[in-house]
């Protein structure tokens, strides 16, 4: 345990740097204004003794009155300075959740696609956005209050021992049997607050699947199905909430308990002590309230930590996100290419996405500037694997993939997708307008380009009938088809202009008249310019240079189209079982 606790603070270290000076600057105040709390007690004793001692005679109303002139500053300057604590705590734990957020951020651009990969959507975005605003919103509610009470519980048992030690012992004993009992309930109910984090995912990653599937769903008439599991879930998270609650929740009665039990044993002890003339009424006035004071702070700890825990397991899966493994950095790299021709190859390339499981067996093909490269193939067979490892989005195991003869591997990942322009068949797009879409991350893009991209895929006409033409932004009010979002992705990739473009069954959501219009305004605009087509209908790589054919990680056949159907192999089964019925006619 004390290990986790001194890996998990080591890996905090970076993220509060610069704070040891507002967090001393907190514990002085902390410390001054506990010193103010337990002081006025003392005070408040010379004033009871005062009026004790004048019951016979007469009070001294002058000392009574300036003693309580004093005690009632002291107290504005103990309310004070504990503001001022709880102020700099507050804005010492923004801070934190500011560069925890800070560091998720970077931390996403340098996670390679293999975590994606292996990691929900869901639980990713729980950990950015749930967890750290757990951290941020628990720390802020009890790290201030868990500190500043342990000091004023330290005060008040120094105190208490120098004015009586018989009482001392008495108050501290009596709540000793609580504070044992707190310590208990704490490390059976961490247990909880770790599994209802780990549930909040799973329901957020759920929630999350079925929203973005919700049209599979209903066409399937599965909404009863997906509703059983989203219970068996949420039922899940009520029990690890309910049981972290319930048990953290017996603390405060029994610390409630507790201070109540020694209230009363301090009044026995001290009634007795009193008629033996051992001690003074003062002394028994000022530990009623000492008791309160001690039993108060143990009750606030008791509060504070069980919120720390929620805290501790929310940040313990950042941390864990935050030491994820990293994408090799490859800044000290050298740009290796003034000017990109295009010739790609693949030299004897191995790869497996697990060290035990290769994929791609052996791979090997060579495309010239400005050629046409069609990947076919039954699904599996490692057509998107290929133009991943060409991406540099993974390493490859075993031989080389060079562009104009240099190692991608010798090269940044910035200058690799430099050189691509790549339409995948997922779209994305963004809240913003068409423009903004189109020319993104790209500087000094003029209007008559956009528009030609616009006009080369069919879309321009589309783009003026709306409200804002260019101009407009795409938010919730503005409704595209599928196919007219990816005939925005691919005028994207047009208008980036790269020497090198990939295609990763771009077509696959439009229309056939506009996927021919598609081609036509491809052909045109891609001479000069190699491209990957990866795509299952064969219409659209008829005219490529070079088709590979693959099937379990390996080419098994490589040509143009007519080079391929005069070899009736498995392309032509392929696309004759496709085309049968349109040849026919």
């Given at each position: 345990?004390?290990?986790?606790?001194?890996?998990?603070?080591?890996?905090?270290?970076?993220y509060?740097?610069?704070?040891?000076?507002?967090?001393?600057?907190?514990?002085?105040?902390?410390?001054?204004?506990?010193?103010?709390?337990?002081?006025?007690?003392?005070?408040?004793?010379?004033?009871?003794?005062?009026?004790?001692?004048?019951?016979?005679?007469?009070?001294?109303?002058?000392?009574v009155?300036?003693?309580?002139?004093?005690?009632?500053?002291?107290?504005?300057?103990?309310?004070?300075?504990?503001?001022?604590?709880?102020f700099?705590?507050?804005?010492?734990?923004?801070?934190?959740?500011?560069?925890?957020?800070?560091?998720?951020?970077?931390?996403?651009?340098?996670?390679?696609?293999?975590?994606?990969?292996?990691?929900?959507?869901?639980?990713?975005?729980?950990?950015?956005?749930?967890?750290?605003d757990?951290?941020?919103?628990?720390?802020?509610?009890?790290?201030?209050?868990?500190?500043?009470?342990?000091?004023?519980?330290?005060?008040?048992?120094?105190t208490?021992?120098?004015?009586?030690?018989?009482?001392?012992?008495?108050?501290?004993?009596?709540?000793?049997?609580?504070?044992?009992?707190?310590?208990?309930?704490?490390?059976?109910?961490?247990?909880?607050?770790?599994?209802?984090?780990?549930?909040?995912?799973?329901?957020?990653?759920?929630?999350?699947?079925?929203?973005?599937?919700?049209?599979?769903?209903?066409?399937?008439?599965?909404?009863?199905?997906?509703?059983?599991?989203?219970?068996?879930?949420?039922?899940?998270?009520?029990?690890s909430?309910?049981?972290?609650?319930?048990?953290?929740?017996?603390?405060?009665p029994?610390?409630?308990?507790?201070g109540?039990?020694?209230?009363?044993?301090?009044?026995?002890?001290?009634?007795?002590?009193?008629?033996?003339?051992?001690?003074?009424?003062?002394?028994?006035?000022?530990?009623?309230?000492?008791?309160?004071?001690?039993?108060?702070?143990?009750?606030?700890?008791?509060?504070?930590?069980?919120?720390?825990?929620?805290?501790?397991?929310?940040?313990?899966?950042?941390?864990?996100?935050?030491?994820?493994?990293?994408?090799?950095?490859?800044?000290?790299?050298?740009?290796?290419?003034?000017?990109?021709?295009?010739?790609?190859?693949?030299?004897?390339?191995?790869?497996?996405?697990?060290?035990?499981?290769?994929?791609?067996?052996?791979?090997?093909?060579?495309?010239?500037?400005?050629?046409?490269?069609?990947?076919?193939?039954?699904?599996?067979?490692?057509?998107?694997?290929?133009?991943?490892?060409?991406?540099?989005?993974?390493?490859?195991?075993?031989?080389?993939?060079?562009i104009?003869?240099?190692?991608?591997?010798?090269?940044?990942?910035?200058?690799?997708?430099?050189?691509?322009?790549?339409?995948?068949?997922?779209?994305?797009?963004?809240?913003?307008?068409?423009?903004?879409?189109?020319?993104?991350?790209?500087?000094?893009?003029?209007?008559?380009?956009?528009?030609?991209?616009?006009?080369?895929?069919?879309?321009?006409?589309?783009?003026?009938?709306?409200?804002?033409?260019?101009?407009t932004?795409?938010?919730?009010?503005?409704?595209?088809?599928?196919?007219?979002?990816?005939?925005l992705?691919?005028?994207?990739?047009?208008?980036?202009?790269?020497?090198?473009?990939?295609?990763?069954?771009?077509?696959?959501?439009?229309?056939?008249?506009t996927?021919?219009?598609?081609?036509?305004?491809?052909?045109?605009?891609?001479?000069?310019?190699?491209?990957?087509?990866?795509?299952?209908?064969?219409?659209?790589?008829?005219?490529?240079?070079?088709?590979?054919?693959?099937?379990?990680?390996?080419?098994?056949?490589?040509?143009?189209?007519?080079?391929?159907?005069?070899q009736?192999?498995?392309?032509?089964?392929?696309?004759?079982?496709?085309?049968?019925?349109?040849?026919?006619?």
């Open positions: 345990m004390e290990n986790k606790k001194t890996s998990l603070f080591s890996q905090m270290k970076p509060l740097k610069g704070f040891r000076l507002p967090l001393v600057l907190a514990v002085a105040g902390a410390v001054l204004s506990n010193i103010i709390t337990v002081y006025g007690p003392e005070r408040l004793k010379e004033i009871t003794n005062l009026i004790s001692e004048g019951l016979g005679s007469t009070i001294d109303l002058q000392a009155s300036t003693i309580s002139f004093f005690l009632a500053a002291l107290y504005v300057a103990g309310t004070l300075l504990n503001y001022i604590q709880s700099i705590i507050s804005t010492v734990i923004q801070h934190f959740s500011k560069r925890l957020r800070t560091a998720i951020a970077e931390k996403i651009n340098k996670l390679p696609l293999r975590y994606f990969d292996s990691h929900s959507q869901g639980d990713t975005l729980s950990r950015v956005t749930n967890d750290v757990t951290v941020g919103q628990s720390l802020n509610q009890s790290l201030g209050t868990v500190m500043s009470s342990s000091l004023l519980l330290i005060a008040v048992a120094i208490m021992f120098f004015m009586n030690w018989i009482l001392a012992l008495v108050t501290i004993l009596s709540t000793l049997v609580g504070f044992v009992f707190v310590g208990l309930i704490m490390g059976k109910s961490q247990g909880y607050f770790t599994a209802q984090q780990n549930d909040l995912a799973a329901v957020n990653g759920y929630v999350e699947e079925m929203y973005s599937g919700h049209n599979v769903v209903t066409s399937y008439n599965a909404i009863e199905q997906s509703k059983e599991r989203f219970a068996v879930l949420n039922h899940n998270l009520y029990n909430i309910w049981k972290s609650q319930f048990i953290s929740g017996m603390m405060m029994l610390m409630f308990f507790t109540n039990f020694a209230y009363v044993l301090v009044i026995l002890v001290g009634a007795a002590l009193a008629i033996n003339g051992s001690i003074s009424i003062g002394i028994i006035v000022a530990f009623m309230v000492y008791v309160r004071t001690f039993s108060q702070p143990l009750s606030q700890i008791a509060q504070g930590i069980t919120v720390l825990q929620q805290a501790g397991a929310a940040l313990v899966r950042v941390l864990e996100f935050l030491a994820e493994p990293e994408m090799e950095d490859d800044q000290h790299k050298e740009q290796q290419l003034a000017a990109v021709k295009g010739d790609v190859a693949f030299e004897d390339v191995f790869f497996g996405y697990k060290p035990d499981q290769t994929i791609i067996h052996d791979f090997s093909a060579q495309a010239k500037a400005g050629q046409k490269i069609a990947i076919v193939g039954p699904t599996g067979a490692g057509k998107t694997t290929i133009v991943n490892l060409l991406m540099k989005f993974y390493e490859i195991d075993k031989g080389r993939i060079t104009d003869g240099v190692d991608i591997r010798q090269m940044r990942r910035s200058e690799v997708h430099d050189a691509f322009s790549m339409v995948l068949q997922d779209t994305w797009l963004f809240e913003g307008s068409i423009k903004d879409n189109l020319v993104y991350n790209q500087k000094n893009v003029p209007d008559q380009a956009v528009i030609a991209a616009a006009k080369a895929v069919g879309v321009h006409h589309f783009i003026k009938t709306l409200p804002q033409g260019y101009d932004v795409l938010d919730d009010t503005v409704s595209l088809s599928v196919g007219q979002k990816q005939l992705t691919i005028a994207r990739a047009l208008l980036k202009d790269a020497p090198l473009l990939i295609l990763d069954e771009a077509t696959s959501s439009v229309d056939t008249r996927e021919e219009l598609i081609q036509k305004a491809m052909d045109k605009l891609m001479e000069g310019r190699t491209s990957f087509v990866i795509a299952h209908r064969l219409s659209t790589i008829r005219n490529a240079d070079l088709i590979l054919v693959m099937r379990d990680g390996n080419i098994i056949e490589q040509g143009n189209h007519d080079e391929l159907m005069a009736r192999g498995f392309y032509a089964d392929l696309y004759n079982s496709q085309f049968v019925e349109e040849d026919a006619g």
